[in-house]
């Protein structure tokens, strides 16, 4: 049994084209529900409102995983047998996703739920249909981080990386320059550790595509509102009772369903979302001048890991009801996904002839410029939803003085306001 996907594989004439995957013999993993449900998740949720053709599901990203962690093992010299539990293991590595996968995950993540505890979980209750095919301990190791070819998998230049990092431009029909197997044949196992020989281009082209992705997709200004919008109908819903945990256990149609069908303010947030409905950017507090939405910016220092989801919400409450205008009529953006690109405790390793040495270090002028860009995206946007675009809001200097203020009170004093002590113990 063959599943033909797209991989960032380049054939001879430049031209990238799809693949077949073989699972004969791993009817039992790949047919598993757990598995299956990922083709009822989309890989970009929301992403869509910029990038139409952005609705691709997670499973094609599960298999092209699967596809390049077999070959990354082959090309590092590893035996059939560990190339074959790489495969299982990359297809596995996402099937704890939630619905709406990583926006609905940065609700969850403040309950200390995420998609590698729930894929752990899931993986260990499949041991029967793994074990049928592959090794099962070096499967559920490689996915859970512990074993010593999990880098192939899941380090910042594994197969999951590359496979998304390439897999979502071509979604969105923009550029993708990442060659997978131009990259990959330069790999080696040297003492435990994955390393790179003469592909220093290579692994360039792969952190400039890895940064793009971010600004041009995951942050860009026109994604992070509807995404933004989702995640405050979220809390809204968790506001009455609901326990935002379920996700895991919903596609992506039953979550929408749950905020839409409630009678809570994240109703109508959901209905401005189906029917496209306008919006109105009032300004932008960031850490430069320039912003692509507005020309009404406020300068803050405010980091963009101190202020998350739940700040955001107590934010466009206060600036609501400033307003005098209904809780859902603001929404605030929140580029907390910056923090994602930190180069702190990720490996990647250049083979030189006095052997690895740390690509990062090396490089730090290159990477030095992309993490600048990436920090001067930071942004809060303050958006009104298109029906109140002529509500006299508050200046953008005390809402950007609010902002500091809500951050300085810390994450946790800020979780027990919008959601209460008791949230999520029951």
């Known amino acids: 049994m063959k599943e033909h996907v797209w991989v960032p594989v380049m054939g001879r004439r430049g031209e990238v084209k799809g693949v077949d995957v073989d699972y004969t013999g791993c009817e039992g993993v790949f047919f598993h529900p757990n598995v299956q449900r990922m083709n009822h998740r989309q890989q970009l949720a929301l992403a869509h409102f910029v990038y139409p053709d952005a609705k691709h599901a997670r499973l094609g990203h599960c298999i092209g ?81 512990t074993h010593g070819l999990s880098a192939l998998v899941g380090s910042i230049i594994g197969a999951d990386k590359v496979d998304y990092v390439s897999r979502d431009p071509h979604y969105c029909a923009l550029v993708n320059k990442v060659d997978a197997r131009r990259l990959y044949s330069g790999a080696r196992l040297v003492d435990g550790k994955l390393v790179f020989k003469d592909r220093a281009e290579e692994i360039k082209i792969f952190l400039k595509q890895y940064w793009t992705n971010h600004l041009d997709i995951y942050l860009h200004p026109e994604v992070e509102i509807p995404r933004t919008m989702f995640q405050q109908a979220m809390i809204h819903r968790m506001k009455t009772g609901w326990f935002v945990g379920e996700i895991y256990d919903m596609v992506d149609s039953e979550l929408h369903e749950k905020l839409r069908d409630s009678h809570s303010p994240a109703r109508p947030l959901i209905e401005a979302l189906d029917t496209g409905a306008r919006h109105h950017v009032y300004g932008a507090i960031r850490r430069t001048e320039k912003d692509p939405t507005t020309d009404n910016v406020v300068i803050t220092r405010l980091a963009p890991d101190a202020f998350s989801y739940c700040e955001a919400h107590l934010l466009a409450a206060d600036v609501a009801d400033k307003a005098k205008i209904p809780p859902h009529g603001v929404v605030i953006t929140v580029s907390e996904d910056v923090s994602r690109l930190s180069r702190n405790g990720k490996e990647l390793y250049e083979l030189t002839p006095s052997g690895p040495v740390d690509f990062f270090k090396r490089h730090s002028r290159f990477v030095n410029g992309l993490e600048r860009k990436v920090d001067d995206h930071f942004a809060l946007r303050v958006v009104l ?24 009170a810390g994450r946790q004093v800020n979780i027990e306001r919008v959601l209460g002590k008791d949230y999520g113990k029951k």
């Open 65 to 145: 995983t699967g596809y390049l962690a077999a070959m990354l093992g082959g090309y590092c010299g590893l035996g059939a047998k560990s190339i074959n539990d790489l495969k299982i293991a990359g297809t596995l590595h996402d099937v704890g996703h939630p619905a709406s996968c990583h926006v609905g995950e940065n609700l969850t993540k403040i309950l200390g739920l995420s998609h590698k505890k729930h894929t752990s979980g899931l993986v260990e209750g499949m041991r029967a249909e793994i074990a049928s095919c592959a090794d099962y301990d070096v499967v559920k190791g490689i996915v859970d981080g």
């Open 385 to 408: 939803l298109h029906e109140f675009k002529d509500a006299k809001l508050p200046d953008l200097d005390y809402i950007a003085r609010q902002a500091e203020v809500l951050a300085s």
